[in-house]
């Protein structure tokens, strides 16, 4: 009765896992080496059928596990997707309106200016008219800076600052 004999590493090259996995599944299972080949401990073929019975059941496990994990990490992303949708739209509403107040603002801003260079324009024409009624009589320029302060302005600082 010939049985293959395997040592941990074998093992684990044989199902694609760790040295660790190996020895962890052999101490879950209680498993005693068949022999030594100096320090190496060898499993037999029925050793081995457990070892690969129970990692394959950790693997599926694992995989459960992971499509849990996958769908409840779907089902995150589109709570988050969402709330950053509602998030862009309320930015793109505030936007909106930001740039409808900066436009009026600009119109206003528009109707001002032109209403100063109305007024300052008006203000131009009449001192142009003032300067050539002036310009007529000199004697009523010089009786104007002759005058005497009236006694509104003879008041005291004080008095005319808290009337």
Same mark, same amino acid.
């Given at each position: 009765?010939?049985?293959?004999?395997?040592?941990?590493?074998?093992?684990?090259? !044989?199902?694609? =896992?760790?040295?660790?996995? =190996?020895?962890?599944?052999?101490? !879950?299972?209680? @498993?005693?080496?068949?022999?030594?080949?100096?320090?190496?401990?060898?499993?037999?073929?029925?050793?081995?059928?457990?070892?690969?019975?129970?990692?394959?059941? @950790?693997? %599926?496990?694992?995989?459960?596990?992971?499509? !849990?994990?996958?769908?409840?990490?779907? +089902?995150?992303?589109?709570?988050?997707?969402?709330? *950053?949708?509602?998030?862009?739209?309320?930015? %793109?509403?505030?936007?909106?309106?930001?740039?409808?107040?900066?436009?009026?603002?600009?119109?206003?801003?528009?109707? =001002?200016?032109?209403?100063? !260079?109305?007024?300052?324009?008006?203000?131009?024409?009449?001192?142009?008219?003032?300067?050539?009624?002036?310009?007529?009589?000199?004697?009523?320029?010089?009786?104007?800076? %002759?005058?005497?302060?009236?006694?509104?302005? +003879?008041?005291?600082? *004080?008095?005319?600052?808290?009337?």
């Amino acid at each position: 009765m010939s049985s293959e004999l395997f040592t941990m590493s074998q093992i684990s090259h !044989k199902l694609n =896992v760790s040295k660790s996995s =190996v020895y962890r599944s052999i101490s !879950k299972l209680n @498993l005693r080496e068949t022999s030594t080949r100096g320090k190496a401990k060898l499993y037999n073929q029925e050793a081995f059928k457990k070892i690969q019975k129970d990692l394959s059941d @950790l693997n %599926n496990k694992q995989s459960i596990d992971d499509s !849990k994990n996958n769908s409840e990490l779907i +089902q995150e992303l589109k709570t988050e997707v969402e709330r *950053w949708k509602s998030e862009t739209d309320k930015r %793109n509403e505030q936007i909106d309106k930001l740039t409808q107040l900066l436009d009026q603002s600009q119109r206003l801003q528009l109707d =001002v200016q032109n209403k100063l !260079k109305k007024l300052e324009s008006n203000t131009t024409k009449s001192r142009e008219n003032d300067s050539k009624g002036d310009k007529n009589n000199p004697d009523t320029n010089i009786n104007e800076q %002759n005058k005497k302060p009236s006694s509104e302005t +003879q008041k005291s600082f *004080w008095k005319r600052l808290f009337r």
